[in-house]
């Protein structure tokens, strides 16, 4: 198992920003899929982002232009750029580790509130 330690929700206006963090405690991170999901009240989770080990990103409709999903290896650690944020990007946010070896880890989840 490894590790996943979200950190940068907040509470935020519409139309503002938030930089969501993840660090891992193991260098299994370094050849694992990364994501990054969301659950909403009375929601089930959903996909947010995700990124290979080499980079290659994934995004649903509803954020694609607005999130950016990326990594630092060296630092163990994924993130979620959101811009232009909505009413409706209000959840619980969770990194996701995929392992290789066929395991998954889960962060703790991170409020973002999005509201005037």
């Known amino acids: 198992q490894v590790q996943l330690v979200e950190s940068g929700g907040g509470l935020v206006q519409p139309g503002g920003s938030l930089r969501l963090s993840c660090a891992a405690s193991?260098?299994?991170?370094?050849?694992?899929?990364m994501g990054w999901y969301r659950q909403a009240p009375g929601s089930q989770r959903e996909l947010v982002a995700t990124i290979t080990s080499g980079g290659t990103t994934n995004y649903p409709d509803s954020v694609k232009g607005r999130f950016n999903i990326s990594r630092d290896n060296a630092k163990k650690t994924v993130y979620l750029q959101m811009n232009n944020l909505k009413p409706e990007d209000t959840a619980v946010y969770y990194c996701?580790?995929?392992?290789?070896?066929?395991?998954?880890?889960w962060g703790q989840g991170t409020q973002v509130t999005v509201s005037s």
């Open positions: 193991r260098s299994i991170f370094s050849i694992s899929v």
């Open positions: 996701n580790l995929h392992s290789p070896l066929g395991f998954d880890s």
